[in-house]
């Protein structure tokens, strides 16, 4: 698993956000509301449930990774609803998206040292 890659992965997702509201364009909600569908849940639902799956690194990561998409998810409908002030003011500073993509990329820096 290429954590960095794992880690700006996640981090675009807000650029995405943004590149969708700009162009008034829809996002695939479907797959955003998923943690399994990206490499890094992939990951966590495969070869790293088997090898790190008692971790407390790893179980920390899971359900960070999936309080994120459920969050992306949330912005995911603003932006399909054509709510696209509401999704910009979701992605703010210290709100549910914002401290959830931190928590995210913090735990999977802190996974990424102990392997």
Known sequence: ?????????????????RT????????DLA???????CDLGKW???????????????IALKEKHRIFHAEAAK????INDK??????????SNLPYGNASLSVVSAISAIKKIL
């Not at 890659?5 to 995405?16: E, L, P, V």
């Not at 709510?83 to 703010?92: D, F, L, S, T």
Request: with cysteine; charged share 25%; glycine share 8%.
């Open 20 to 27: 969708a509201i700009a162009a008034e364009t829809a996002v």
């Open 83 to 92: 709510r696209y002030k509401e999704a910009e003011a979701a992605m703010g």
């Open 44 to 58: 966590l639902y495969g070869e790293g449930e088997k090898l790190y799956g008692s971790r407390p690194e790893y």
């Open 31 to 37: 797959t955003i509301g998923k943690d399994n569908c």
């Open 1 to 17: 698993m290429n954590f960095d890659s794992a880690i700006n992965a996640h981090a675009q997702w807000k650029t995405k956000f």
């Open 75 to 78: 912005i995911a409908v603003l």
